[in-house]
């Protein structure tokens, strides 16, 4: 699902990480990413929760849990930017994700006439445990190494590249690809 995001001159774009993690990542708090941060306050991860492709839109999140999903988000954005840039995973990021994952996940549910699925409430932590987990199956399955940092000047965020080529070379098209384009279009005109 693509999250919109808007740039140091306040132009928003779409831009689709590709995994729920990256997703997660883009949430801020990093090196890269600090000026976006939207997690503040314990019900703002229940806010994102809901609009995430999670889609879960009933949970209760303390402190606590907000603290653990943040330790969470930088160990990801860690391990990502490293994968992305051809460097060795940090033990240390690996135990906090792992550590994540052993909490208990969403469950499941059928609403009234049972021909629904969705996710029962949930609590902040088992949100964590989804994001983790989702990690582990990223990291460790078939585009473990399609993680991305966008090739775009002064553009670091990270996506997996799903693509059946696999050239994904931008966090979005409208931005980075077109102020490439654009560049070296005035390259060459010069
Ligand atoms: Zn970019």
Not at 45 to 71: F, I, M, N, Y
Not at 145 to 153: S, T
Not at 179 to 190: E, I, M, N, T
Request: hydrophobic content about 35%; aromatic content about 6%.
């Amino acid at each position: 699902m693509p999250v919109t995001l808007r740039g140091s001159d306040g132009v928003s774009y779409r831009f689709d990480p590709g995994a729920l993690c990256l997703e997660f990542v883009t949430t801020g708090g990093s090196v890269v990413y600090p000026r976006y941060e939207l997690l503040h306050e314990p019900a703002d991860l229940s806010r994102w929760t809901a609009e995430s492709r999670l889609g879960l839109d009933r949970v209760e999140t303390t402190p606590e849990q907000l603290g653990r999903a943040k330790a969470l988000r930088a160990a990801l954005w860690r391990m990502a930017a490293d994968r992305a840039n051809g460097r060795a995973t940090a033990p240390a990021d690996v135990a906090a994700v792992n550590e994540a994952a052993r909490l208990p996940p969403p469950v499941p549910e059928m609403d009234e006439d049972g021909r629904t699925a969705r996710l029962a409430p949930a609590t902040g932590d088992q949100v964590v445990s989804a994001i983790a987990r989702d990690a582990i199956d990223l990291f460790t399955g078939p585009y473990a190494d399609r993680m991305r940092e966008c090739a775009g000047y002064g553009c670091h965020l990270l996506f997996v590249d799903t693509s059946r080529p696999g050239r994904r070379r931008w966090c979005s098209m409208e931005r980075c690809g077109n102020r490439d384009k654009v560049r070296r279009h005035r390259a060459q005109s010069r």
